[in-house]
């Protein structure tokens, strides 16, 4: 059972790049969300998903493309990295009122 | 001002001290979370509370409703406590938000 996890662990881009984060859970959970953390900064949402097939925005959604096309897969795009997509991405999913649970998270660089 | 603040936003102890992280917001909420980062990075789930307290070991939760506030606390503290402590609640629906985290340190 490996609950949450996330591909990949760290990636650097050159600016204008693309690149998919896969997020892939096995709890069978409705809700999936996807994360970014910066210094200074609380968790900020980017886009969520409350099933399958379903997405919508989150607080910071701009310059990012989100996709649930698997009850267990979330895949959060970047079509054409920037500088200040630098940060920290975690995928988090969460089952009716219950707590969520966080994937260990992806470093991304972006030069 | 933030719908989520937290206090302090840095706290050094000594180890066996008893350690209270503040968390104070200004919507109405259907629950609150707290949560653990190591310094690894990794984020997990202490607690989620809607009214009352909760005890787990040596970590204790309360929230006051009508006073929009909620508190954890560590008792006889240790250096594996040392993480950044994160307050978030959720209004409605299923998005939480954030506050920026408290990062304790505690000293043997």
């Known amino acids: 059972n490996a609950g949450v996890t996330q591909t990949p662990k760290f990636r650097v881009l050159k600016t204008g790049q693309s690149m998919t984060l896969l997020c892939a859970q096995d709890?069978?959970?409705?809700?999936m969300y996807w994360y970014r953390q910066d210094p200074g900064m609380g968790l900020r949402l980017i886009h969520y998903?409350?099933?399958?097939?379903?997405?919508a925005k989150g607080e910071v959604p701009d310059g990012y493309n989100v996709s649930r096309l698997k009850k267990q897969n979330f895949l959060l795009g970047l079509e054409s990295a920037a500088p200040s997509q630098t940060s920290v991405y975690f995928c988090?999913?969460?089952?009716?009122?219950?707590?969520?649970?966080f994937g260990p998270g992806t470093r991304l660089t972006v030069t | 001002k933030n719908e989520v603040e937290q206090s302090p936003q840095n706290l050094t102890a000594q180890e066996g001290e008893f350690i209270t992280i503040n968390c104070s917001y200004s919507?109405?909420?259907?629950?609150l979370h707290w949560l653990q980062q190591h310094p690894g990075g990794g984020i997990v789930s202490l607690f989620m509370l809607s009214s009352g307290k909760k005890k787990h070991g040596r970590l204790i939760a309360t929230i006051n409703i009508q006073e929009k506030h909620s508190s954890l606390h560590i008792t006889a503290s240790h250096p594996r406590d040392s993480a950044v402590y994160i307050c978030a609640v959720q209004a409605s629906g299923s998005r939480l938000t954030f506050g920026e985290g408290t990062q304790l340190t505690v000293n043997p």
């Open positions: 998903s409350v099933g399958e097939g379903t997405t």
């Open positions: 709890m069978n959970h409705e809700y």
């Open positions: 988090a999913t969460r089952q009716d009122y219950y707590e969520q649970y």
């Open positions: 919507v109405g909420i259907s629950a």
